[in-house]
């Protein structure tokens, strides 16, 4: 009876060691998960701080990268003055003036991104002021549109000048302005 007794004690002792065991296992995998998840939710602050800094970086370099190609497109002329905004039409025809200029310095086809980093006016100006420089040089100031209504604005020197005046009709000139004013 007293060996029965003791088996049962000992049963007893081991089931409760057992329980023991688990529950304190319990509490270690508890307290390892929340600081798994105390860990976890210090990295995504720093990689939500890293990426607002990379993105703070994306975007002063985007700014730098303007900066330099404006410089470059006035490199070896003066810059243009600026006129009070008061008359519209005058300072359109400045830019424009300007503007042809630059493509008589160096002919080639400019995208109208291309003209906004140059000029370091809004788009919707710059389109204004292609359209004043076709108005203004007809002659050597050609505008084309592209895929997916990308304008090109291009600078043909006298001799392919007269070339592309006899080759053109009036018909796309119509149809390029009808466009334009769409856009704008």
């Known amino acids: 009876m007293f060996e029965d007794?003791?088996?049962?004690?000992?049963?007893k002792a081991a089931e409760k060691e057992r329980e023991w065991k688990e529950a304190q296992a319990m509490i270690d995998f508890i307290s390892s998960i929340d600081k798994m998840t105390s860990e976890i939710s210090s990295k995504q602050n720093d990689v939500d701080l890293l990426g607002r800094l990379i993105d703070q970086v994306d975007r002063l370099s985007k700014e730098v990268a303007d900066l330099k190609s404006q410089l470059r497109a006035r490199?070896?002329?003066?810059?243009?003055v600026q006129e009070p905004v008061t008359n519209e039409g005058k300072a359109?025809?400045?830019?424009?003036?300007?503007l042809i200029e630059i493509m008589a310095e160096r002919p080639s086809r400019y995208t109208t991104s291309e003209l906004v980093d140059m000029l370091g006016l809004n788009k919707t100006t710059v389109i204004s002021v292609m359209k004043r420089a076709v108005e203004l040089d007809p002659r050597h100031v050609k505008m084309t549109q592209g895929?997916?209504?990308?304008?090109f604005l291009s600078y043909v020197p006298e001799e392919e000048?007269?070339?592309?005046?006899?080759?053109?009709?009036?018909?796309?000139?119509?149809?390029?302005?009808?466009?334009?004013?769409?856009?704008?």
Not at 5 to 11: E, G, H, N, S
Not at 75 to 80: F, N
Not at 147 to 151: G, Q, V
């Open 147 to 151: 895929k997916r209504r990308k304008l």
């Open 92 to 98: 359109l025809d400045n830019h424009a003036r300007t």
């Open 161 to 184: 000048g007269r070339m592309a005046e006899s080759d053109s009709t009036s018909g796309d000139s119509d149809r390029m302005k009808l466009e334009l004013m769409a856009m704008t």
């Open 5 to 11: 007794l003791l088996d049962l004690y000992r049963t």
């Open 75 to 80: 490199q070896g002329r003066p810059a243009p």
